[in-house]
């Protein structure tokens, strides 16, 4: 790795104060909750665990700290479905709205908290029914419907951890993530709707399982109800023949605040997915706490809108775990934001009266690159607060997303964190922050972050380099399942009793963060360190851009160039004077080392099925070199074509 101190090219000076009608409603509007947190971190969260939750046994230490092995809030008893569910009906909240979900194609279905505690318990009578007890692991391989949240509910309640893998993964991958968690039990479906058409989920699950020895019950949803699903006697039941005649009550199991609620492999954007280990005590009280302060909740009259899928980190904390111990009313979306048309969000937004929407960079770009129209035929005044993660999301994007999907009116909260932070670590407090677009501001209460150079020293400000956490936090990961030396290894040796996050970042003249992207991403030009969003964000701001990747290739004069990768909004043509054009724009907005030595046009990127640009591929096509892992891939389509493009149009235009 380059001794990165990146050098922080690209300014932002435009700042958004929340408004004063924001303000007046906030949770918190002033800097009380830090200054708590400074005082005393370990009974700050404490005193945040015993706020949010209901605990069977309260606990009697809030941390131990046996680097780089953390346990919260010890001696404490708990379970999470409770705290989900049974004491919201409990307080007389029983008819509220859990989840509004929007099912392909076209139908849709309202779940009261207590017809989901009903339907949880059900679930968890039969997985028990099935074989499963506390400290199993059971796989959970669905779209995007309410049986995934009530199934990883129903785990909850009986202690077995679920491990939920993407309706969308193929069953290699399937099979790989059952093996390494040795699941006992798994979950699918029929099959799943996208766009219209059937994913045949049964079939790729059987793929998976004849090569998975460890499953030994197989429950099946039925969502589609296409004709030959093959079931196999002895092993494979419908979840309408055993789930429907459980009864509806099922006593909660107390577990201990450090039994494993679940394991989640990583997106794999930079190589092969971890299986990340997360608790249930911390976990909760981190989840619960952001999802509260981070999106300014009300619970009585807030509809929460995260479009993530539960299959990725960002679903179990911000669809399923955080709203629900929040008592939330949240939307869930079974298809894709183009079916039948691109305005889908919007209307979902209409339709539903969603205050709070939480989505990501790639939606925003690609709603950039499709043009206003969509939004525009929609009424979205009941937005009051927006947010994003799972990228750096560039300043254009932001601001786009500010002004058309929130009308100017509604603070954007970027969110920075990950599958091994468990829960948002750094983001503006949306009542009390002056955000800046691009910049996900500060680290929340309780949580300590830095950015270090190589020798591990805190850089001045303002001043780039690696992004540190520099103490436990309650949703930390416990570890990565079954490989404990690659969890030392990855996060606790690069920089001694810091956690290193593998995410580059600078801190401006005001001490904002700025997320720069990975480090194994950050580009080396003559000696200067660059870093990919800086040069991305600077290629988004020219007019004709809507999303764009670089990376370093090989370079005899300048050790590496830049070469890019760029998406034009809908209505702008590729030519060599576009080329020209964007190159001359990066020289003026940050200077002329960023310079695109290349620029090549394509009508995709490489991304993660979670949705992120993998850079890596987009290197080994500009080195000329065989692509790494492309096992999380969306489309592997999309490379094969940027790669044969970029061979044929050897796209160098020197000066
Ligand atoms: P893998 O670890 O397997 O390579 P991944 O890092 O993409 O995959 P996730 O845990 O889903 O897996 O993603 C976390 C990463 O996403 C962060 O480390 C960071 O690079 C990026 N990220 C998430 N939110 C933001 C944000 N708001 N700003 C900048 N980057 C973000
Ligand atoms: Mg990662």
Redesign the pocket.
Known sequence: MADVTLEALLEEGRTFAPSAEFVRDALVHDGSLATAADADVEAFWAAQARDLLDWDQDFHTVLEWDLPYAKWFVGGKLNVSYNCLDRHVAAGHGAQVAFLWEGEPGDARAITYAELLAEVCRTANALRALGVEKGDRVALYLGMVPELPIAMLACARIGAAHSVVFGGFSADSLRDRIKDADAKLLVTGDGAWRRGSVVPLKEIADEAMAEAPSIERCLVLRRTAHEGVPMQDGRDVWWHDVVASQPSECAPVPMDAEDLLYLL??????????GIMHTTGGYLTQVAFTHKYVFDLHPDTDVFWCTADCG???GHSYIVYGPLANRTTSVIYEGTPDHPDKDRFWSIVAKYRVTTLYTAPTAIRTFMKWGTEYPDRHDLSSLRLLG??????NPEAWVWYWQHIGGGRCPVV???????TGAIM?SPLPGATVAKPGS?TFPLPGIGAEIVNDEGDAVSIPGGGYLVLTQPWPSMLRGIWGDPERYRETYWSRFFGRYF???GAKRDADGYYW?L??VDDIMLVAGHNIST?EVESALVSHPAVAEAAVVGKTDETTGQAVAAFVILRSGNEASHRLVGELRDHVAEVIGPIAKPKSVLFAEDLPK?R?G?IMRRLLRNVAEDEALGDTT?LADPNVVAGIKARYLADAPDDEE
């Not at 994003?388 to 999301?393: A, L, N, Q, Y």
């Not at 970027?414 to 091994?420: A, G, K, M």
């Open positions: 492999y990583t997106s794999g954007t930079t190589g092969k997915p971890k990725w980190v960002t994003s993660v799972g990228e750096p999301i970027d969110t920075w964190w990950q599958t091994e750094i996900a996050a593998g995410d997320l992207g990975r969003t993660t979670s992120k999380t």
